[in-house]
């Protein structure tokens, strides 16, 4: 079953853009990856508290640039069984981020303001 994109979080647009400019030659792979997202929406791991939203964490390297999927992008999204869509909430370079309860932070307070504009 094909799943939609809903919503594409603001900040993950501004994310991707820098990501985008700052690996250009991987542009190609980082656009299949959320096509496969889109398609597959299992294919990330689903990330624990958030009761009963679905958040997942998709791993990507970068091959480009020789960073395997332990080193590279990370990219979240929320996944919404009964309606076939997906949000994606943030997208960023593993090497940018010290600690990943700081972009857990970040997902809790998006989801927040999505889930009130719905």
């Known amino acids: 079953m094909r799943f939609v994109e809903l919503e594409r979080f603001p900040f993950f647009t501004s994310q991707l853009d820098h990501i985008i400019?700052?690996?250009?030659?991987s542009?190609?792979?980082?656009?299949?990856?959320?096509?496969?997202?889109i398609s597959n929406?299992?294919?990330?791991?689903?990330?624990?508290?958030?009761?009963?939203?679905?958040?997942?964490k998709?791993?990507?390297?970068?091959?480009?640039?020789?960073?395997?999927?332990?080193?590279?992008?990370?990219?979240?999204?929320?996944?919404?069984?009964?309606i076939n869509g997906i949000i994606f909430i943030s997208v960023y370079h593993k090497?940018?981020?010290?600690?990943?309860k700081d972009v857990l932070a970040f997902v809790r307070e998006s989801l927040k303001k999505i889930l009130t504009a719905f």
């Open 27 to 37: 542009e190609k792979s980082i656009k299949k990856a959320l096509s496969t997202i």
């Open 41 to 56: 929406p299992s294919s990330g791991d689903r990330m624990p508290g958030f009761g009963v939203i679905n958040v997942c």
């Open 58 to 82: 998709l791993r990507h390297g970068l091959k480009e640039y020789r960073v395997g999927k332990s080193g590279g992008l990370r990219i979240i999204y929320a996944v919404f069984n009964n």
């Open 95 to 100: 090497a940018e981020y010290r600690h990943e």
């Open 21 to 25: 400019k700052k690996y250009p030659l």
